[in-house]
């Protein structure tokens, strides 16, 4: 046998590596460019939409969601494949814990199951919530970073049944990190079928609070929250209700709570 040489192994985590990246591009291009026979003539999917369901297969998720900024007042949900995804995201966007933020906030993987034991969860409100809600669900989430630091979150949900999580997370997070470089380099046009209008509404609205109650920023956005959340809405919602004088929280004793 002939001596091994020893850059054999950098070379081989160099090709694991490519193989790794050629199977992500693969399967991401084959989602994206496959046409959906079921919507006959109609348009395609947004190109985010069409991106999620790839992450979601990737990860044989049961839904998922793809949000931008989640730890930023102008935290935008770019898509749900699903309405329990889309449920999902709204209790951790009103409740403002879960396991997207922290997911954003620390960089890594955050991996959690929700509604099953509230009073063990990392996020026991949320947790509690999600029980009466939706039922139990695995949720992970992975930070979007093609570049330093994190522009967003791929999430994606499925019931607990005892099995395993199969899918490498390390093929996933470089799928999210793939996504995300789409994201930035789509510029997000017309395609996405976003609504950019929102943030500045929240950022209007949160000012009228502050204006309303003469408290800071972080109060006022703590209290639309808990307002939206009273009132079942999300977020948007409630900054239109604010910002169309349908809610004045001066004039409103049940959310005013303590903050003045």
Known sequence: ??????????????DSGRLMRARMMTLLTRALSSPDSSRGDEPPEPLLLRMCRAFVEATEGTGGT???APNELHRVTLCTTDDTAARL???QEVIGEGPVSDAAGAGH?????????????????????VADAIGAVVMYAFPLHPEPGSIGVASVY???DGTAWRPSLEEASLLADMIGAA?????????????WHEPDRISQATGMVIAQLGIGPDDAVAL??????????????????????RRDFRTDPEHRGDLT
């Open 89 to 91: 995201e709204n209790l």
């Open 1 to 14: 046998m002939e001596p091994r040489n020893s850059a054999d192994g950098p070379s081989r985590a160099d």
């Open 224 to 245: 639309m929250r808990a307002a939206a959340f009273s009132d079942g809405l999300d977020l948007g919602q409630m900054a239109i209700e604010i910002l169309e004088y």
């Open 66 to 68: 793809l949000t931008l």
């Open 183 to 195: 994201i930035v380099s789509s510029g997000l046009d017309a395609d996405t079928g976003l609504d």
């Open 158 to 160: 499925r019931r607990p």
């Open 109 to 129: 993987v955050v991996a959690a199951e929700l509604g099953s034991s509230p009073g063990t969860s990392r996020w026991p409100m949320l947790s509690a919530t």
